[in-house]
């Protein structure tokens, strides 16, 4: 959803019928994920996607039929190998998109808990007469929208458990086929130390999608000259300013500074936090000592065991952007649950 908001906000304020298309389940070969979406309006303007090529085009079309009639759609698309490149599944395979028309109220609350910082689930009727109808689930219960109560009470629990385990799936609850979409904000990157490897590392992290945060209360080093790019500089000390912030799911932290005063205070927050990456710049022996000291101040075995440091993948970064570049790969691994802390 993140990569299509945009669009669609901007159709809303020209008052613009909106559709919006996702991906419910592949077999094979599939250069989108299950979840992904390509919103478009009446005039055949589109953003994001769903594959990579003419599924596009037959996706369009169902979606302004769909605005015409007000009656959503399940398209199944099967490609053979020998035809597979011209519609964007390179080796073969079969995807399954569900159009409907954007709903605004489960739409305006989506966008909202995104905006929070919350992960959510919309949970949606994909076959029979109530196809298209709705519920927006965080992860405490019902936002917005509905379903049918009876509906509701599996429905609920199923997307709440979806959401702990953060996979969008296909489910059948009470005998009716729906879709729970697992939704979650845009990553945070803080970095704590506005130091040169960190003017690459938030450009990298904001070319990914990440909205990046400098903390350092030595305002020279944290300025906006220096991180023009940057959603947001904070000149507090870092313990005050992670607690600002608040600190969960999506949010990697990184500490560069190399020293402990400011350092310490940031990773001793870090790993008693929610945080899915916590990393610190230095050598094996700087990490050692950090680590004694973390201990005696008061973190577990297990706690510091979350810390990746050296910070960084290894492959033999010299420079400042190779470093940051080395850091920003380690944070994706971490997040796509391709490196194991």
Not at 164 to 177: F, M, N, V, W
Request: glycine content about 10%; proline content about 5%; hydrophobic content about 45%.
């Amino acid at each position: 959803m993140l990569d299509v908001i945009e669009d669609i906000e901007r159709w809303r304020k020209e008052k613009q019928s909106i559709a919006l298309a996702t991906v419910i389940q592949t077999w094979g070969s599939a250069p989108r994920p299950v979840g992904a979406k390509m919103a478009m309006t009446a005039d055949a303007r589109i953003a994001g996607s769903v594959s990579g090529g003419c599924v596009e085009a037959a996706v369009v079309a169902a979606g302004r039929e769909v605005l015409e009639t007000g009656k959503p759609r399940l398209l199944h698309f099967g490609v053979s190998d020998e035809t597979a490149w011209g519609v964007g599944l390179a080796c073969g395979g079969t995807i399954e998109v569900f159009v409907k028309a954007l709903d605004s109220e489960s739409y305006q609350e989506i966008k909202k808990l995104l905006d929070e910082g919350r992960p959510i689930a919309s949970v949606t009727v994909i076959e029979g007469p109530d196809a298209g109808r709705e519920i927006v689930v965080d992860e405490t219960g019902a936002i917005a929208g509905g379903l049918g109560a009876s509906l509701e009470e599996k429905a609920i629990p199923e997307a709440r458990a979806a959401l702990d385990a953060g996979l969008s799936r296909r489910s059948q609850p009470q005998d009716t086929e729906v879709f729970i979409d697992v939704m979650v904000p845009s990553p945070t990157l803080i970095v704590v130390g506005g130091v040169h490897i960190a003017i690459a590392l938030t450009a990298l992290a904001k070319t990914l999608g990440y909205r990046t945060v400098i903390v350092d209360p030595r305002g020279v080093f944290g300025s906006e000259e220096r991180f023009p790019h940057a959603d947001r500089l904070m000149s507090e000390w870092p313990a005050d300013a992670l607690r600002e912030i608040g600190l969960n799911r999506s949010t990697a932290v990184a500490a560069l500074t190399h020293d402990p005063k400011l350092d310490d205070p940031a990773l001793r927050s870090a790993l008693q936090s929610q945080a899915f990456y916590v990393g610190a710049l230095g050598s094996r022996k700087t990490q050692e000592k950090r680590r004694k000291r973390l201990l005696e101040g008061g973190l577990s075995e297990e706690q510091l065991d979350r810390l990746l440091a050296p910070i960084g993948l290894d492959i033999g970064s010299r420079t400042p952007e190779e470093i940051a570049l080395a850091v920003m790969a380690q944070i994706v691994a971490v997040r796509n649950g391709k490196l194991v802390r």
